[in-house]
């Protein structure tokens, strides 16, 4: 499992339609939602009984990682229960790694999974309570977001008055629910109905507390309800992005969505030394005879904002390896007979012909 960190991770056979399929398929729309729930839960009980104990390790055990998948209806038998936790388990200490299974359970890699997560903190601190984020935050975020762009595309056209107008209309609090995030969620270039309402009855269905549903006027006008107070979880967050990720092809384009989305992004770029190379014992770095895998360059990300620049221009590409020299070469394929031996002549021939002595082969 550990080696599985690319765009599309390719799952095992018995993770991929033993465990994922019936976690995701049979849950319904918010079925990856109740999963990473559930398994967080547990996850804080099991870190939080452990952390009371002189026990290091933190995290569920093979036997409560085996009865949280029996307990949604996994079916494994006794060899395939015992590989997925030892495929989870990333240090060898019978405790199962919670990242590991959260990003081969979304599908996300780890770049994205740090995007989502950096955009999700970046949320937190701008009104968070309990681990959730309002919807409240959400709508204006997105709103300043939008504002911010319009202003920019205003701007570009030499035409302040427009600029103006836009944001007003998008900080409008007469906008529905759904209208925003579908704008929201939707991307610039392609709109993913589907995908929307089922992100949206998930969140519907899951929260229990919404007595009042949205009131929307002739004139679009929406009235106050329960929906604008509800709060969202990071489940609910990472769940949406795990089904957005695949229309993003590159990292780089999912990171800078993500991240701009929600004004997430860093706003200076790094300052003087901090990009310095540390020397360690072992010396230089990134020293020739060092490790330079083209994995570990695709996976880390720019040391600048990507407000500062155009990523297009910028996309990693795996370097330039000299291909082998052809095997048709007369030095590669002399062989050691032929360099060792040569032929004989008929001198030679007759030499160690062992009939020559006879006289008939002498006449």
């Given at each position: 499992m550990a080696l599985l960190n690319n765009n599309n991770i390719r799952e095992d056979a018995v993770f991929k339609w033993r465990v994922k399929h019936t976690l995701l398929c049979h849950g319904g729309a918010g079925g990856l939602v109740n999963v990473l729930d559930d398994f967080n839960a547990r996850h804080a009980a099991a870190v939080d009984v452990q952390s009371q104990t002189v026990c290091t390790d933190a995290g569920l055990t093979y036997a409560q990682f085996t009865r949280f998948l029996e307990d949604h209806d996994v079916e494994l038998t006794p060899f395939e229960a015992a590989?997925?936790?030892?495929?989870?388990?990333?240090?060898?200490?019978?405790?199962?790694?919670?990242?590991?299974?959260?990003?081969?359970?979304?599908?996300?890699?780890?770049?994205?999974?740090?995007?989502?997560?950096?955009?999700?903190?970046?949320?937190?601190?701008?009104?968070?309570?309990?681990?959730?984020?309002?919807?409240?935050?959400?709508?204006?975020?997105?709103?300043?977001?939008?504002?911010?762009?319009?202003?920019?595309?205003a701007s570009d056209?030499?035409?302040?008055?427009?600029?103006?107008?836009?944001?007003?209309?998008?900080?409008?609090?007469?906008?529905?629910?759904?209208?925003?995030?579908?704008?929201?969620?939707?991307?610039?270039?392609?709109?993913?109905?589907?995908?929307?309402?089922?992100?949206?009855?998930?969140?519907?269905?899951?929260?229990?507390?919404?007595t009042e549903r949205v009131k929307t006027t002739a004139e679009g006008v929406k009235g106050e309800s329960g929906e604008t107070a509800a709060y969202?979880?990071?489940?609910?967050?990472?769940?949406?992005?795990?089904?957005?990720?695949?229309?993003?092809?590159?990292?780089?384009?999912f990171v800078t969505h993500v991240l701009q989305s929600w004004a997430a992004d860093d706003v200076t770029r790094p300052t003087l030394d901090e990009t310095a190379r540390e020397w360690g014992p072992g010396g230089d770095p990134l020293a020739f005879d060092g490790p330079r895998y083209v994995k570990d360059a695709l996976n880390l990300e720019l040391g600048i904002s990507s407000k500062?620049?155009?990523?297009?221009?910028?996309?990693?590409?795996?370097?330039?390896?000299?291909?082998?020299?052809?095997?048709?070469?007369?030095?590669?394929?002399?062989?050691?007979?032929?360099?060792?031996?040569?032929?004989f002549d008929k001198a030679g021939q007759s030499l160690a012909d062992p009939l020559v002595t006879r006289r008939s082969q002498l006449a």
């Amino acid at each position: 499992m550990a080696l599985l960190n690319n765009n599309n991770i390719r799952e095992d056979a018995v993770f991929k339609w033993r465990v994922k399929h019936t976690l995701l398929c049979h849950g319904g729309a918010g079925g990856l939602v109740n999963v990473l729930d559930d398994f967080n839960a547990r996850h804080a009980a099991a870190v939080d009984v452990q952390s009371q104990t002189v026990c290091t390790d933190a995290g569920l055990t093979y036997a409560q990682f085996t009865r949280f998948l029996e307990d949604h209806d996994v079916e494994l038998t006794p060899f395939e229960a015992a590989y997925l936790c030892r495929s989870f388990d990333d240090h060898g200490t019978g405790h199962i790694s919670a990242n590991t299974f959260t990003r081969h359970l979304t599908g996300l890699n780890e770049r994205r999974l740090r995007a989502v997560k950096k955009a999700w903190s970046s949320l937190q601190e701008r009104g968070g309570a309990g681990g959730e984020v309002s919807r409240k935050v959400l709508l204006s975020t997105y709103a300043a977001v939008e504002a911010e762009r319009a202003c920019a595309a205003a701007s570009d056209a030499g035409s302040p008055t427009d600029c103006a107008a836009q944001s007003a209309m998008l900080t409008e609090p007469a906008l529905s629910l759904k209208g925003v995030l579908a704008s929201t969620f939707g991307g610039a270039k392609e709109t993913h109905g589907r995908l929307k309402e089922a992100y949206l009855a998930s969140l519907r269905s899951r929260r229990v507390g919404w007595t009042e549903r949205v009131k929307t006027t002739a004139e679009g006008v929406k009235g106050e309800s329960g929906e604008t107070a509800a709060y969202i979880s990071y489940a609910e967050f990472l769940a949406f992005y795990a089904g957005v990720s695949p229309e993003f092809a590159t990292d780089e384009a999912f990171v800078t969505h993500v991240l701009q989305s929600w004004a997430a992004d860093d706003v200076t770029r790094p300052t003087l030394d901090e990009t310095a190379r540390e020397w360690g014992p072992g010396g230089d770095p990134l020293a020739f005879d060092g490790p330079r895998y083209v994995k570990d360059a695709l996976n880390l990300e720019l040391g600048i904002s990507s407000k500062s620049f155009n990523y297009s221009h910028m996309q990693r590409e795996h370097p330039y390896v000299e291909p082998l020299p052809p095997l048709n070469r007369p030095v590669i394929m002399k062989t050691t007979v032929q360099r060792t031996y040569v032929h004989f002549d008929k001198a030679g021939q007759s030499l160690a012909d062992p009939l020559v002595t006879r006289r008939s082969q002498l006449a």
